[in-house]
């Protein structure tokens, strides 16, 4: 017998008890997107390795360790996108969306890091990606805070999460500080973990991030960011938290919510949850200003989140918060025995999908016995099972049997039967 092939480790299904969480969360997303007038926009997956060379920089994890390249057969270096956002704005530059323009953009899909797999965090995962472009105000950086919180509302996720927020300042002050944040700990470098020595030759910021408690000690007496800030970028903070006071945004000021990349400016914020453990992260975003230069094109103000598509449905499912009407599936069952019933059945099935497009409508098809074909009914999830036997096709009548609650089974004209599912499903 010939070996089993398995799925890559750390590359998942989606499995049908599955897909419709990824649905409803997916199709939540959506509507509320939707509701602040963003449009999406696809990329592919695989993308030319210097974009995200440029754009993420050679000496990050990402690019040293996680992304998985090959070279192709015309001797070409492909990579698989380890993030969207690169990918979205070499899209926009290609086919000049931004030149003299606003761009308020979303996408989902894929992406790709060689990551220890652990809950929650997977080597392929999945990603919701909003980008906007050509927009230097605070008040785009307010939007996008007040729509993932009206997100968080949606999904009944809005007391399992908190806003932290920051301003990284302009270029210059973030450059300023960069140097202070150095001297600083390089005069202790002793001290730091491996990790955060290696990041201080390289992303120095990054050691705000260290999770090792003797750094985070040290870090107790480091200079302060919000030291550093040009007048401007205080100005801009303060508009952004006047909004989200304003609107009832909760939130926490973190200076140590940074980020490694210089093209990073002014605001960053994140939403954490304490409710999985050590990958407290849902969401996080920021703006970037300078990364549309460094990808070749002109100056353009820009900002955007991600969130991780796997994180949000596992705190669905551990805080209990799916409706239960997202796992049903089917709303009828349609069964038939006897001369001409499978016939019948399709035909009363698509009559029905027909006239209620919204019905969901499962015909049972490979013959068997009423008994066995119920057991299939129930298994089915469906709330009614229609039933078609030789005397129901004569009479052009069908018998409608109650699966979930109590009402038990009734006769109905076929005639009548749409009035009555409008009356009887919502």
């Known amino acids: 017998m010939a070996k089993k092939i398995q799925a890559i480790r750390g590359m998942n299904d989606i499995l049908p008890t ?4 990824w649905q409803y969360l997916e199709g939540t997303v959506k509507d509320v997107l939707a509701g602040y007038g963003y449009d999406e926009i696809r990329m592919p997956v695989l993308e030319q390795t210097a974009l995200f060379k440029r754009s993420i920089g050679e000496v990050t994890d990402i690019v040293e360790k996680e992304m998985y390249t090959f070279e192709d057969r015309n001797g070409d ?13 070499r899209a926009c530059e290609e086919h000049g969306l931004l030149y003299n323009q606003t761009q308020r953009l979303w996408y ?25 472009f050509g927009i230097a105000t605070p ?36 450059a300023r500080y960069r140097d202070a944040l150095v001297d600083y700990l390089s005069a202790r470098k002793d001290q730091l973990d491996e990790d955060s020595q290696r990041r201080l ?30 007048d401007e970028s205080r100005s801009d903070f303060e508009a952004l938290r006047a909004v989200l006071d304003a609107a009832g945004v909760k939130y926490e000021i973190n200076q140590r919510l940074v980020r490694g990349l210089d093209y ?18 849902v969401c996080a975003g920021g703006r970037y200003d300078g990364l549309v230069e460094q990808l070749g094109g002109k100056p353009t103000p820009a900002v955007g989140f991600a969130m991780g598509v796997e994180r949000l449905i596992l705190m669905l499912e551990t805080l209990e918060v799916i409706p239960a009407e997202v796992m049903q599936t089917v709303d009828l069952y349609v069964c038939g025995v006897g001369e001409g019933a499978s016939l019948a059945s399709l035909m009363l099935a698509d009559s029905l999908r027909a006239e209620q497009p919204w019905l969901r409508v499962q015909t049972h098809c490979g013959g068997g016995s009423f008994k066995s074909q119920m057991k299939k009914a129930d298994k089915s999830g469906a709330l009614f099972a229609l039933l078609l036997g030789e005397t129901e096709i004569a009479e052009k009548q069908v018998a409608v049997k109650d699966l979930r609650g109590e009402a038990g089974q009734q006769t109905i004209a076929q005639s009548e039967l749409a009035q009555w599912l409008t009356d009887n499903l919502s």
Request: net charge negative; proline share 6%.
């Open 77 to 89: 270096s492909l990579t698989l996108r380890p993030e969207g956002t690169a990918s979205c704005v």
């Open 139 to 174: 008040d785009i950086d307010a939007e996008l805070i007040l729509m993932t919180a009206r997100l968080w509302e949606q999904l009944g996720l809005a007391d399992s999460v908190t806003l932290q927020l920051n301003t990284l300042g302009s270029n210059d002050a973030r």
């Open 18 to 21: 599955q897909s419709p969480v």
């Open 264 to 281: 990073y400016c002014k605001t960053v914020f994140e939403w954490v949850t304490d409710k999985l453990g050590a990958q407290g992260t």
């Open 108 to 132: 989902t899909g894929p992406m790709f890091r060689h990551e220890r797999p652990q809950k929650g965090r997977y080597r392929q995962f999945y990603q919701i990606g909003v980008e906007t």
């Open 201 to 230: 030759e390289t992303n120095p910021l990054r050691v705000l991030d260290s999770k090792n408690p003797e750094t985070q000690a040290l870090l107790a007496d480091a200079p302060e960011l919000h030291d550093y800030l040009d």
